[in-house]
């Protein structure tokens, strides 16, 4: 009889969770992490996909036969954020041993450790032009490092607290954050400087993007909900309702025209974005999703969760 019985007199009964029935659009499961899948990224034809987990691990993926290219030491600790440069040429990673980690794909060594972050990497993007890699970090800074030299180039000075995402706007002239602020900063990339603040309506946002034409952001958090803002006026568009517990990636698909979500309640799903309507409700993940991204032809959506598995879904 166990502690509980012995206490209360009643006998335990054993919780078993309910088989997730798995949607009819997946197209592969993706195993080899050993805990939680934290990110996914594709590559920018879509042939590849860079995974980081709770693991210590970066991993290398080819999406057509979904085995494993690459697996990735150096971390001390979980790898809470990966990203795929648009040349091809380099991966990255941030972790919460407080550094970022540039990778060759091709040989899956370490090329650069970046070194200045006081404390957990919770978001890394390279820029659209792949020379520039940014980071954010829960020491309140956002840092540039040249991604030839590894070296930090700037560092943006605002938040208060917390930076939980950044973004790069497509023409790489501005970059977005936010975290553990009721706020969206926008950035000036070349000067630095903090050029708009946009109410989220939120206590703490997960993620953040760009839409294709940088003429929209969406973003989402704990309150549940993706929300669409005007990129110029910070004006809410469309708030997008129908997860059950916090959003933890939102992803535009290659036109602009959807988003893709995953959040803590199991689900990955993909929205109309000018109408705000749900589109599908993909299920099959057994623990919460952490990350989405979208192929560059807009036809398979890739999530990574805390059943430290990778699926790969249709979109029709």
């Known amino acids: 009889m ?3 019985s012995k206490v209360f007199g009643k006998k335990e009964v054993e919780l078993k969770r309910p088989k997730v029935q798995e949607d009819v659009n997946l197209i592969k499961t993706m195993e080899g992490h050993q805990d939680r899948v934290l990110g996914v990224k594709f590559n920018a034809d879509g042939t590849k996909l860079v995974s980081g987990g709770f693991d210590e691990l970066v991993m290398l993926w080819d999406v057509a036969t979904g085995k494993p ?3 990735m030491k150096g971390h001390e600790t979980w790898v809470e954020c990966i990203d795929y440069s648009r040349d091809g040429r380099r991966l990255a990673s941030g972790s919460t041993d407080s550094t970022v980690r540039i990778w060759d794909p091709a ?3 370490c090329v650069h450790v970046c070194k200045g ?3 957990a990497v919770r978001m890394v993007a390279f820029s659209p032009d792949s020379r520039v890699l940014a980071s954010c970090s ?3 800074t956002i840092r540039l490092w040249d991604v030839e030299t590894g070296r930090e180039t700037a560092r943006f000075l605002g938040h208060k607290s917390y930076i939980e995402c950044l973004a790069w706007s497509h023409d790489g002239k501005k970059i977005a954050s936010c975290g553990e602020e009721p706020v969206i900063k926008i950035w000036d990339v070349e000067s630095g400087r903090n050029i708009a603040n946009y109410q989220t309506g939120d206590t703490l946002s997960h993620a953040v993007v760009f839409s294709p ?3 929209r952001i969406a973003f989402c958090g704990r309150d549940a909900k993706v929300k669409i803002l005007d990129a110029v006026t910070g004006e809410i568009l469309k708030v997008l309702i129908g997860h059950e517990d916090g959003v933890r990636s939102v992803c535009f698909n290659p ?6 979500s995953a959040a803590n309640d199991e689900s990955v799903r993909l929205w109309d974005v000018k109408s705000g309507a749900l589109l599908h409700t993909y299920r099959g993940h057994t623990h919460e999703v952490q990350s989405v991204d979208i ?3 807009g036809r398979i959506i890739a999530s990574g969760s805390d059943d430290f598995k990778i699926k790969l879904w249709g979109i029709k």
């Open 2 to 4: 166990g502690f509980l």
């Open 69 to 71: 290219l690459h697996t």
């Open 107 to 109: 040989t899956g060594n």
């Open 117 to 119: 972050h006081d404390t």
């Open 138 to 140: 829960r020491d309140t």
């Open 213 to 215: 034409d940088d003429s």
């Open 255 to 260: 036109d602009g025209s959807a988003v893709a």
């Open 295 to 297: 192929s560059s032809d």
